[in-house]
């Protein structure tokens, strides 16, 4: 399995940003999250989802602004984030777990892209 970011980038404060996370390789039954690492912090659980269905799960430090989605037919995961504050800049990464059950640990995820930065000015 192979995970590839993309999306990342500079905005202003209350901006928004999609990123989108393109998967290969059998993950159909897998469960996919969004998590974040800040510099001089540990990365932490942003947003989850089933890639077969049922319900979302979202920090409650993006809650009402962060959405995540998944596109089966085009193998590609998306965090659509709006109303950008400084306090979500970090790299932003993908993550997949050979299960379908959720998990916001990242030790629970098997499979890792390589990041995307994004940044909010102030």
């Known amino acids: 399995v192979q995970l590839v970011e993309s999306g990342g980038g500079l905005v202003q404060t209350g901006g928004s940003l999609r990123l989108s996370c393109a998967a290969s390789?059998?993950?159909?039954?897998?469960?996919m999250g969004w998590f974040r690492q800040a510099p001089g912090k540990e990365r932490e659980f942003v947003a989850g989802?089933?890639?077969?269905?049922?319900?979302?799960k979202v920090a409650d430090s993006v809650k009402g602004r962060f959405t995540i989605s998944n596109d089966n037919a085009k193998d590609t995961m998306y965090l659509q984030m709006s109303s950008l504050r400084p306090e979500d800049t970090a790299v932003y990464y993908c993550?997949?777990?050979?299960?379908?059950?959720?998990?916001?640990?990242?030790?629970?995820?098997?499979?890792w892209g390589q990041g995307t930065q994004v940044t909010v000015s102030s």
């Open positions: 989802i089933s890639r077969s269905g049922g319900p979302t």
């Open positions: 390789g059998r993950t159909f039954s897998y469960y």
């Open positions: 993550a997949a777990r050979s299960t379908w059950w959720s998990a916001e640990t990242e030790h629970d995820y098997n499979y």
